[in-house]
């Protein structure tokens, strides 16, 4: 099975699923951070060309949010796919 599926190294998978899920939470943070940053900023500046900015930086924000969960429920994924590839090498040995 591991070989049907083109899998060569079940750790690199494993190792994969870890980088994912760690880049979807710096992703994430990093936003975050800025999101705050930006409304600190933002306070005492209020014409309509920062209030459009606010507006499209807050939609994307949450595009981020939606792909740093596809990512984790990926990484999951993944995570799931090695233990079972774990498992069958282990029963063919």
Request: aromatic letters at 8%.
């Amino acid at each position: 099975m591991a070989q049907e599926v083109g899998v060569r190294s079940v750790q690199d998978l494993k190792q994969f699923g870890s980088d994912l899920k760690r880049l979807s939470e710096q992703l994430s943070n990093a936003f975050h951070a800025a999101e705050k940053k930006m409304n600190r900023v933002c306070e005492g500046w209020n014409d309509t060309s920062n209030q459009k900015f606010m507006t499209e930086f807050q939609k994307d924000a949450k595009q981020i949010d939606e792909i740093a969960n596809r990512m984790v429920e990926y990484a999951k994924f993944i995570g799931k796919s090695a233990e079972i590839l774990e498992m069958y090498r282990s029963n063919r040995i």
